[in-house]
């Protein structure tokens, strides 16, 4: 028999909860990820996977953007469209998208330079590894998880992102009174949101009543605007982040 290496490629142990979409990129998009990359894509070390964070890397977001303001991270963040107007919006927060779908990135990319901003950085990377990994504990103001993937077979249900391993990972990004704003039009997946944040000792809610209001932070998508037109409600949470010193054996 050959020789069986000693240690095997170490892939995930841990589900994700995307597909990774390569697709084909327009000529440009292409030109954007070759021209823009180098100031919107941070460049970040690789575990085995192609979008893994190598456990031990970091970053230290003053040094990335030079300067000391608010920090703002938006997972899943698509085509750009939400977090490109409300860096254009509000100069005096940075922001970081995640994403794993690169067309979507270098859309993000181009309108971001279209648009003249500075205070946008991007990450091609699984979202619980940039929270677990690149970024340091408490350095986030606030998390943004809108329209995350429903998988709205049962089958799938297990792939949502907003689940019980997750909210660890945003307690330890965020720092404390920092904010955890959700939005999807899937009703029993905003249920199940409500349901894991409810049993979180290290998230209380922002808001009263069933659901929070639309965040005014939040443009109006295509993506929003395609699901009310099929009649789904869209529905808001947010959580703040509990004082470090009330976690659980702390």
Request: proline residues 8%; neutral net charge; aromatic residues 8%.
């Amino acid at each position: 028999m050959p020789h069986e290496p000693e240690t095997a490629p170490r892939f995930r142990d841990k589900p994700v909860s995307f597909v990774r979409r390569g697709g084909r990129m327009s000529d440009g998009q292409e030109r954007a990820w070759a021209e823009l990359s180098p100031v919107f894509l941070l460049d970040v070390p690789r575990d085995e996977a192609e979008t893994s964070i190598l456990p031990g890397a970091s970053i230290t977001p003053t040094a990335v953007f030079g300067r000391t303001t608010p920090l703002v991270v938006e997972i899943g963040s698509g085509q750009g469209h939400a977090i490109v107007e409300a860096a254009a919006r509000t100069p005096d927060t940075d922001f970081l998208a995640v994403e794993v779908f690169r067309a979507g990135l270098a859309r993000t990319m181009l309108d971001a330079h279209r648009a003249g901003i500075s205070n946008l950085r991007l990450v091609e990377a699984n979202a619980p590894e940039v929270l677990e990994h690149l970024l340091p504990a408490g350095s986030v103001d606030e998390i943004w998880v809108f329209f995350p993937d429903p998988w709205h077979k049962s089958k799938h249900n297990k792939r949502r992102l907003i689940a019980p391993p997750f909210l660890p990972l945003a307690a330890q990004a965020l720092r404390d009174g920092g904010l955890l704003r959700l939005a999807t039009d899937w009703e029993d997946y905003a249920k199940q949101m409500r349901d894991v944040l409810r049993a979180a000792d290290a998230f209380a809610p922002a808001f009263e009543g069933e659901w929070a209001p639309r965040f005014d932070g939040r443009v109006m998508t295509a993506f929003e605007r395609k699901g009310l037109a099929k009649g789904r409600a869209i529905r808001d949470l947010v959580y703040r982040r509990m004082p470090r010193s009330a976690d659980a054996g702390t």
